[in-house]
């Protein structure tokens, strides 16, 4: 049996290391994916680790930048004790729902690669994302179930490293489920407090973009109306011109056609002219016909 489960842990553990590039590929980057592979790494990483201790985890090459450990903890102890791993200090009185002999909680540092998993709308981080989450143990593993944490005493208190920010005082800031946040006041230096499980940072206000002015729309000046009053008469007049231009145009071509139709009729058949006014007409030569009787004779 033990055999087994070893060959075990080494398949998972390569295959752990061969899909790490397949995890950030298929599901992007996804935080509950990233939790959920730091809680499997944990599990196979270290065989039989003992109760109390923080053990830490070295990630794959991918996950460069980043920290992860866990550590096993007797719920009994964990009530009446606390635990102070990490960055994350757990005060007595913390009881874990729903209520297991023993816990596992698994730190998560995301490092650099924060804001790549975690953004605030009009904020910035200033901090590494950091995070616990708790799941429920047996001897030898992790399990699967996910636990809440209620507080009885005093709230949860997570410890950030100095941040020197100029102008603007750090917020603490809350992630959710599905990309929700929620923003609070720090009550003490480079701390924030919790009465949960979750992942936490912190944040200032994003500098604000100016709004471009917009180029303001040019008054016309005394001068720049007498220019365009110049313009516009002079177009007119060019207009009139050109139809007066059009119309002479339209007149001499109408006369030469006139005259090309004269010369074409004047060919065609030989009458006389003669002219009437001013217009030239044609006429032609006039033959009576003279009387004819067809009986010399007639009646008295």
């Known amino acids: ?29 996804d935080p509950e994916s990233l939790s959920t ?35 096993r903890i007797l719920s009994a102890k964990f009530l009446s004790r ?22 596992t909680i698994v730190y998560e540092n995301l490092g650099n690669w924060s804001s790549v998993y975690y953004q605030v709308s009009n904020y910035t981080l200033v901090a590494p ?17 996910k636990l809440d944490f209620s507080t009885l005493g005093d709230p949860i208190a997570i410890q950030f490293p100095h ?35 979750g992942h936490f940072s912190l ?23 007498d220019k365009l009053r110049k313009g516009l008469i002079a177009g007119i007049c060019g207009m009139i011109i050109l139809g007066l231009v059009m119309i002479v145009m339209y007149k001499l071509v109408r006369r030469r056609q006139i005259r090309a139709m004269e010369k074409q009729s004047e060919k065609d058949v030989a009458f006389n002219t003669f002219w009437v006014g001013r217009s030239k007409m044609p006429s032609a030569s006039m033959t009576r016909t003279q009387p004819y009787l067809e009986q010399a004779e007639y009646a008295p």
Request: proline share 10%.
């Open 129 to 145: 994302v950091v995070g616990f989450l708790a799941y429920d143990s047996n001897s030898s593993a992790i399990g699967t179930q």
């Open 82 to 103: 606390g635990v102070n791993f990490s960055s994350v200090y757990i005060p007595p009185r913390v009881i874990p729902m729903p209520y297991v002999k023993r816990l």
């Open 1 to 29: 049996m033990e055999f087994l489960k070893s060959w075990y842990n080494v398949i998972w553990l390569i295959f752990s290391l061969s899909s790490t590039s397949f995890l950030q590929a298929s599901y992007g980057y």
């Open 37 to 71: 592979f730091f809680h499997h790494y944990a599990n196979t990483s270290v065989s039989n680790p003992r109760t109390g201790i923080l053990y830490n985890l070295s990630l794959p090459a991918n996950f460069s930048g980043m920290e992860a450990s866990f550590a």
């Open 203 to 225: 944040v200032v206000p994003s500098p604000i973009t100016p709004t471009p002015t917009p180029t303001p729309t040019p008054t016309p000046t005394p001068k720049n109306k």
């Open 163 to 197: 941040i020197d920010v100029q102008g603007e005082k750090p917020k603490c800031v809350e992630f959710g489920a599905g990309g929700s946040f929620e923003i609070k006041d720090m009550t003490e230096a480079n701390e924030c407090l919790t009465h949960g499980e």
